[in-house]
């Protein structure tokens, strides 16, 4: 997978409402047609939709699935405010305008077979995104840390993964990751059975604790998710020397690079650099991204 010249390739469509389900805590998973975007995705793409026709400012929302051949998108969402509330009210068939996909994806590298994928709440889609992908290359193991402090929008099961390092106990799985061979676990803070009780960032670094030195240099993370888990993970891998590449999730306005609205300052080797989330991101080198404002 490499990071495309993505201003090419970013499409807009009248695409069409397949399917919209509600699950707890106001979390939706929507799939709509919208081939062109569909064929053009990658892990860490998001589309910019407009929720409703009389609405023109849009909303970023990050691709969980796509299937290119059947020529739908899937989002995951969580209701925020008024955009997302009317995009909750589409149904199937109706049409909702689609600029997408956006942005510089994951491009996990051959040498480290070991990625780790730490999502939290609406970081999650990506990190399912790319476990989609990983999954098609028989070179990676992966490991899928999700994090959630509202119910889950599937209904978690024991792990049939045995993860070594893995505290005793710590079972709960998502049941799409175990039925692509994937291993996951679940975390939270609010006591729900077999998951890790704490944050989901604690987890990684306990089982990163209990690896040897050598399992440690194939180690690459992933992650997306709330700016306060991103920065403990860009710690993590400070702490750890491994690579890490994270989503970041700013506010965004046009969503194409026009109106610099979502910039947010790096440290790069040649000096700070102000990047656009939107089009310069949303992934960047977790080392690069500056966390003190
Ligand atoms: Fe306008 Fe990024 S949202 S430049």
């Known amino acids: ?52 026709p009389m ?9 969980m699935r796509t299937d290119p051949n059947e020529g739908w998108v899937e989002f995951l969402y969580k209701i925020a405010g008024y955009g997302t509330r009317l995009l909750s009210e589409q149904k199937p068939g109706e049409t909702i305008s689609v600029l997408g996909p956006i942005g510089r994806p994951f491009v996990p590298t051959l040498k480290q077979r070991r990625p780790l994928l730490i999502g939290g709440g609406v970081g999650i889609p990506p ?18 840390l999700l994090g959630s402090e509202v119910p889950f929008p599937f209904r978690p099961r024991p792990s049939q993964f045995v993860i070594p390092g893995m505290q005793d106990g710590i079972i709960a799985a998502m049941p799409l ?76 306005a046009c969503g194409v690079g026009g109106c610099a609205g979502c910039t947010i300052r790096l440290n790069t080797s040649t000096g700070p650099a ?18 003190s404002n």
């Open 55 to 63: 609405l023109p400012l849009r909303r970023p929302l990050s691709i």
């Open 274 to 291: 102000m990047k656009r989330v939107c089009v310069d991101g949303p992934v960047f080198n977790a080392k690069e991204v500056d966390f």
């Open 127 to 144: 990190m399912i995104f790319l476990s989609d992908y990983l999954r098609r290359q028989s070179a990676y193991q992966p490991l899928v």
């Open 177 to 252: 990751l175990e039925d692509w061979g994937i291993a996951s676990r679940l975390a939270s803070l609010q006591g729900y059975p077999g998951h890790h009780e704490g944050y989901v960032t604690t987890l990684a670094h306990q089982w990163l604790q209990t690896l040897t030195n050598d399992a440690m240099t194939e180690v690459e993370i992933f992650a997306c998710g709330p700016h306060p888990m991103l920065a403990a993970v860009a710690e993590l891998a400070n702490e750890f020397s491994i690579p890490a590449q994270i989503s970041m999730e700013e506010y965004m």
């Open 1 to 52: 997978m490499k990071p495309t010249n993505q201003r090419d390739s970013i499409f807009l469509e009248d695409a069409v409402v397949l399917e919209q389900h509600r699950y707890e805590a106001d979390q939706y998973i929507l799939r709509i047609r919208s081939p062109q975007c569909a064929k053009a995705a990658q892990p860490g793409s998001f589309a910019h939709i407009q929720c409703n």
